[in-house]
């Protein structure tokens, strides 16, 4: 009886968990708000600079990739990991916590901060398997060797542009880490000077009160 208890409970809460992934999972977050994310100004100078990139580079792209791929997907996957850590610390703190938490107690705005951190490093691990794809020579193959000329460059110029666009990406996870923790400490700063004032005022009404 007890097992049976314990294994409908287990049932529960796969269940929950599963109606929760459903609808406050990432998936469902990027599709309907992450890729709008990408979708910004830059954009058009993150194109802009792919294009010139492409036209500007001669060779196959394996032989560019190959020497380029490792130490580009190092330097970017070094910095996502290190930072993303220093993030997912700073978001367990309760000022953060409170913060994105919100007036709804919903945690709305505390989900769109883990899952752009977790889009960011989707971006990286995208940008550094396309490249990893150009230096095995995929890109080099027979069919697509058969394609117009200015597909395969229109191509060439979206890889570049993507790899643009994961340098920002990772740029901002830097830049977002720090903003936090400017923030967190702007939040404690306020919350002394609080607890100062009300310190103070107690002080004056309890020499009122003598």
């Avoid at 287990?10 to 929950?16: A, G």
């Avoid at 380029?68 to 910095?79: K, R």
Wanted: with cysteine; aromatic share 10%.
């Amino acid at each position: 009886m007890t097992s049976d208890r314990n294994l409908s409970r287990e049932l529960r809460i796969q269940q929950l968990h599963a109606e929760l992934q459903a609808r406050n999972g990432f998936w469902p977050w990027f599709w309907r708000a992450g890729v709008v994310s990408f979708l910004d100004r830059w954009l058009v100078m993150h194109v802009v600079a792919g294009a010139a990139l492409a036209f500007a580079t001669t060779g196959k792209l394996s032989d560019i990739a190959v020497p380029a791929s490792v130490p580009f997907a190092a330097i970017l996957v070094g910095l996502a990991v290190a930072w993303s850590g220093n993030a997912s610390a700073l978001l367990q703190s309760l000022e953060l916590q409170r913060i994105g938490a919100g007036e709804d107690g919903r945690a709305t705005l505390f989900r769109a901060w883990v899952f752009q951190y977790q889009a960011a490093v989707l971006g990286i691990l995208a940008c550094t398997t396309a490249w990893a794809l150009a230096a095995a020579g995929i890109f080099n193959n027979r069919l697509v060797a058969w394609l117009p000329w200015w597909v395969r460059m229109a191509g060439r110029a979206a890889l570049f542009c993507f790899s643009c666009i994961t340098v920002r990406e990772c740029w901002q996870v830097v830049g977002a880490v720090q903003m936090k923790l400017l923030g967190q400490l702007e939040l404690k700063r306020q919350e002394r000077l609080i607890a100062a004032s009300r310190a103070e005022d107690a002080k004056k009404l309890a020499e009122k009160s003598q």
